[in-house]
C-alpha cells in the first residue's frame, strides 16, 4: 500500500518570503509519479506540479519547485516570491506508473500567506 | 468555462434518505474519478471509469454506494440510506492522459 505524509498541517509566510512544505511517501514501486495540488478555499484543487520518479531533476513551474529525494522517500515543495494568491491547502500526492487510476492523497497542509 | 463541473454544488439531507450527485467532465475527457474528502483529510479515492466501464471501486465503497457512467459521458454517484458518516465533500476529476486529472468544484453532503 502507498501512503503519504504530510506532517505540517499548518504553515504561514510573510508576502514576498520563500517556504518549503515537506512531504513523505512509503511505496515498494519503483517508477512513479508524484504531484502537488493546491486548494484554494472554497475552491476546485488544481496541479501545481508533477515529478516523474524516473528523472532526477527536479521539475519547476515559475515559483514553484520540489526537492525529490528518492531513496529518502521525499518530495518537499518550495514556493519562491509568496504572494497572496498562494494561501490555499496544498496536498501532496502519489500514482504508480502507468496504472492511472487513483492518487493517493496526503492529509493537506494549510499555508497562510501574510501581506 | 469547460471545467469538469459537478451539480449540486451543496445538498443537506436526513438520515435514511438517498442522494444523487453528478459530475460532468471535460468533454473529450475519457477517464472519471469520484473522490471523497472528509474535513481535515486528504482526498480518498472512491472509484474510476474508462469511458462507461467501471474498472476499479475502494472498499470504501460500500453497497449502499453506486456510480454509473452511462455512454461515457457524465456521471452520477448514489448514496442509499445517507448515514451521519457519508458527511463529505464528494469530488470528482477527469483526465485524458493517465497522469493528469482536472478536479470539479465538488459536492458537499451533510447528513443531518
Known amino acids: 500500500a502507498q501512503t503519504v505524509t504530510q506532517s505540517q498541517p499548518e504553515m504561514s509566510v510573510q508576502e514576498a518570503e520563500t517556504v518549503t512544505l515537506s512531504c513523505t511517501y512509503d511505496t515498494s514501486e519503483s517508477n512513479y509519479y508524484l504531484f502537488w495540488y493546491k486548494q484554494p478555499p472554497s475552491r476546485q484543487m488544481i496541479l501545481v506540479i508533477r515529478?516523474?520518479?524516473?528523472?532526477?531533476q527536479n521539475a519547476t513551474e515559475n515559483r514553484f519547485s520540489v526537492n525529490f529525494q528518492k531513496a529518502a522517500k521525499s518530495f518537499s515543495l518550495k514556493i519562491s516570491d509568496s504572494q497572496l494568491g498562494d494561501t490555499a491547502m496544498y496536498f501532496c500526492?502519489?500514482?504508480?506508473?502507468?496504472?492511472?487510476?487513483?492518487?493517493?492523497f496526503g492529509t493537506g497542509t494549510s499555508l497562510t500567506v501574510i501581506p | 468555462d469547460t471545467g469538469v463541473s459537478q451539480n449540486p454544488r451543496h445538498k443537506i439531507t436526513k438520515r435514511g434518505q438517498n442522494v444523487t450527485f453528478r459530475c460532468d467532465p471535460i468533454?473529450?475527457?475519457?477517464?472519471l474519478y469520484w473522490y471523497r474528502q472528509t474535513l481535515g483529510q486528504g482526498p480518498e479515492f472512491l472509484t474510476y471509469?474508462?469511458?462507461?466501464?467501471?474498472?476499479?471501486k475502494s472498499r470504501l465503497l460500500s453497497d449502499r454506494f453506486s456510480a454509473e457512467r452511462p455512454k461515457g459521458s457524465f456521471s452520477t454517484l448514489e448514496i442509499q440510506r445517507t448515514e451521519q458518516g457519508d458527511s463529505a465533500m464528494y469530488l470528482c476529476a477527469s483526465s485524458l492522459v493517465w497522469n493528469e486529472q482536472f478536479f470539479g468544484p465538488g459536492t458537499r453532503l451533510t447528513v443531518l
Open positions: 500526492a502519489f500514482m504508480k506508473h502507468e496504472t492511472g487510476n487513483q492518487f493517493y
Open positions: 468533454s473529450e475527457h475519457n477517464r
Open positions: 515529478q516523474e520518479a524516473y528523472k532526477q
Open positions: 471509469f474508462q469511458n462507461e466501464a467501471q474498472l476499479e
